[in-house]
């Protein structure tokens, strides 16, 4: 008999596949269910977010490091002991980043949930009127390119620090001539503050504005030398 052409069939179970078909001793896998090909891509896809957020917070500890050498007296003063490197090991890159430089976590407040230290009752008297908060304060971690600040709210005021000082907010307006009289003096004249009293942070500037019924006071705070805690130490391992 001329026999030209046989076909075999046979089923080869494996660890990999529930089942391989013999074509013409070719070797074909079964096709994948739809059910079974999604759950493989969302299996992969979380692959690739996990090692793609690791090599991202790798590279931006790394820039921290490297980069970042100042912070603001005002948040240092702010911080309890370890709380600020507490919060600095939380931070994450933010989602622009590298594009923008800015990165921001809380450190202590009702968002900061993963903080292992908890919000501060303070009480801070606004000098020209008496008034007093006793609140619980929030306080925000902001770091950029090459220097740590922070954001703090304690009830109506809020305090803003940069690389040449701050930026106090008032929730009132003041006159011309206790606006005069603030420019020159100590923060402290105008708010008094566990972090600002008998501080040599001079005012450089008042302004105030009818339309948010609020003053703004800007001042002058030279930032203090300040390292990220695995650059303070290197033989700490960043991850």
Known sequence: MDVRFVVIWRVVATRHSPQEVMVGGERRGRR???????????????????????????????????????????????????????AVWRLRPGT?????????????????????YGPVTVEAVEAG?????????????????????????????GIRTNDRGGRLLMPRLLDFDERDQLVGAPLDMAVRHPILNDRQYIIAGVESSVQLLQTQVDFLAPPEEWRVPWARRPDMDPF
């Open 32 to 86: 994948r269910s739809p059910h079974t090909a999604d759950r493989d891509l969302a299996a992969a896809l979380a692959r690739l977010k996990v090692t793609t957020e690791g090599e991202r917070l790798r590279v931006f500890r790394e820039y921290l490091a490297r980069t970042v050498r100042i912070a603001s007296p005002l948040l240092l003063e702010a911080c309890r002991p370890d709380e600020l490197d507490e």
């Open 129 to 157: 009127t008496g008034e007093r908060y006793a609140v619980m304060d929030k306080l925000a971690l902001v770091v950029g390119d090459r220097s740590a600040h922070m954001i703090l709210a304690v009830a109506g005021l």
């Open 96 to 116: 622009r980043w590298p594009s923008s430089p800015v990165s921001r976590i809380m450190v202590r407040g009702w968002s900061a949930k993963s903080a292992h």
